[in-house]
C-alpha cells in the first residue's frame, strides 16, 4: 500500500509559477511510474505529466509542454511538479498518483494510488 500527500498548491496571478509536491510512504516508491492529475470544476479528471520509476523518461500533456517539468526525488520519495507561466485554464484540483507498472502511461485506470489532491487557482 502507498500513500500519497500532495502540497504546494494555491492562488497565483497569471504567468506565475508553483511549484507542487508529492510525498509517498513506503519503500517501493523507486518502482513505481508517477503521474500528475488535474480536475477542474465541471471536468473529468484529465492527466498532466508522468514519470518513469528511474526518471529517465517523462510524458506530458500538450498543453503543459514548455511550461511543466515533473521531476521525482526518490531519496525524499518525492514527486514534484514546477508549473511556469501558469494560465486561468490551469486552474484545476491537482492529483498525484502511482502506477506499479514501469511503462510510462497517460491512461488514468493504470494509476493504483491516488492521493486527496491540492488546489490550484490562477487568477487573470
Known amino acids: 500500500q502507498v500513500q500519497l500527500a500532495e502540497s504546494g498548491g494555491g492562488l497565483v496571478q497569471a504567468g506565475g509559477s508553483l511549484r507542487l509536491s508529492c510525498v509517498a510512504s513506503?519503500?517501493?516508491?523507486?518502482?513505481?511510474?508517477m503521474g500528475w492529475f488535474r480536475q477542474a470544476p465541471g471536468k473529468e479528471r484529465e492527466f498532466v505529466a508522468a514519470?518513469?520509476?528511474?526518471?529517465?523518461?517523462?510524458t506530458y500533456l500538450e498543453a503543459v509542454k514548455g511550461r511543466f517539468t515533473i521531476s521525482r526525488d526518490s531519496g525524499k520519495n518525492t514527486v514534484y511538479l514546477q508549473m511556469n507561466s501558469l494560465k486561468p485554464e490551469d486552474t484545476a484540483v491537482y492529483y498525484c498518483?502511482?502506477?506499479?507498472?514501469?511503462?510510462?502511461?497517460?491512461?488514468?485506470?493504470?494509476?493504483?494510488?491516488w492521493g486527496q489532491g491540492t488546489q490550484v487557482t490562477v487568477s487573470s
Open positions: 498518483a502511482a502506477d506499479r507498472g514501469m511503462v510510462v502511461t497517460k491512461e488514468r485506470y493504470r494509476y493504483d494510488y
Open positions: 514519470i518513469s520509476y528511474n526518471g529517465g523518461s517523462t
Open positions: 513506503g519503500r517501493t516508491f523507486s518502482t513505481y511510474t
